[in-house]
C-alpha cells in the first residue's frame, strides 16, 4: 500500500507570494499524481492530473512537478480566492489521498 | 454540463445498511469510470471504491472491502454504493466522481457531486 505524505500540513501567505506543497509517495508512483483544491462545504476541485497538467480551465498560476516519489504543487502568485485545502492523490495502485495542505491569507 | 447528484445520505445505528444512489448527467455515463469517496468531519479524503464503465470491474479499498459494494445501472446513469455493517467511523460526507478519460479507470477525477451526509450514532 502507497504511503502519501504531504509538507507542510499548513501554511499562511501574503496576497501575491509564491506558495509551495510537497508531496511525497512511499514508493515510485511515476507521474501517477493528481492535485486537488477544496474549499470549506464544497466538493473538491480537479486541479493537475498526472503530475503536471492543468486540468482546462483552471488559472495558469497554479502548476505542478514531479515524478517518482517526489512531487510540487506551486501557486505562482496567491489570491484571496485560492483560500483553501489542497490534496495531492496517487493513482498506482489502490488510489490514496494526502492528508491536505491547508492555505490562508496572512 | 456534467452534473453529479448523490442521494440516500441518513441517520442510521451501527450494525445498519444503506444504499448510497448517484444520478449523474451531461455525458455519456457508461463511457467513464465511476469513483466514491468519502470525508469524514474535519478530515481528510479517503477513496473507497471505483467501477469501470461496463461494471464489470470494481475496485476497492483494502478498508472497506467485503462490507462495501459499488454497482451501477447504465440505463438509469446512475451509481450505488451499498454500505452494510455500518460503523460509527462511516459517519462521513460520501461523494461521486467521474473519471476524466472514458474507458479507462484511472481515477483523475474532474467531476463530483455535491455530496452526501451518512451519521452512524447509537
Known amino acids: 500500500d502507497i504511503q502519501m505524505t504531504q509538507s507542510p500540513s499548513s501554511l499562511s501567505a501574503s496576497v501575491g507570494d509564491r506558495v509551495t506543497i510537497t508531496c511525497q509517495a512511499s514508493?515510485?508512483?511515476?507521474?501517477?499524481l493528481n492535485w486537488y483544491q477544496q474549499k470549506p462545504g464544497k466538493a473538491p476541485k480537479l486541479l493537475i492530473y498526472d503530475a503536471s497538467n492543468l486540468e482546462t480551465g483552471v488559472p495558469s498560476r497554479f502548476s505542478g512537478s514531479g515524478s517518482g516519489t517526489d512531487f510540487t504543487f506551486t501557486i505562482s502568485s496567491l489570491q484571496p480566492e485560492d483560500i483553501a485545502t489542497y490534496y495531492c492523490?496517487?493513482?498506482?495502485?489502490?488510489?490514496?489521498f494526502g492528508p491536505g495542505t491547508k492555505v490562508d491569507i496572512k | 454540463e456534467v452534473q453529479l447528484l448523490e442521494s440516500g445520505g441518513v441517520l442510521l445505528q451501527p450494525g445498519g445498511s444503506l444504499r448510497l444512489s448517484c444520478a449523474a448527467s451531461?455525458?455519456?455515463?457508461?463511457?467513464?469510470?465511476m469513483t466514491w469517496v468519502r470525508q469524514a468531519p474535519g478530515k481528510g479524503l479517503e477513496w473507497l471504491s471505483t467501477i469501470s464503465g461496463s461494471g464489470g470491474s470494481t475496485y476497492y479499498a483494502d478498508t472497506v472491502e467485503g462490507r462495501f459494494t459499488i454497482s451501477r445501472d447504465n440505463s438509469k446513469n446512475t451509481l450505488y454504493l451499498q454500505i452494510n455493517t455500518l460503523r460509527l467511523d462511516d459517519t462521513a460526507v460520501y461523494y461521486c466522481a467521474k473519471d476524466r478519460v472514458p474507458g479507462i479507470a484511472a481515477v483523475r477525477l474532474d467531476n463530483w457531486g455535491q455530496g452526501t451526509l451518512v451519521t452512524v450514532s447509537s
Open positions: 514508493q515510485d508512483i511515476n507521474n501517477y
Open positions: 492523490q496517487h493513482f498506482a495502485n489502490q488510489p490514496r
Open positions: 451531461g455525458f455519456t455515463f457508461s463511457s467513464y469510470a
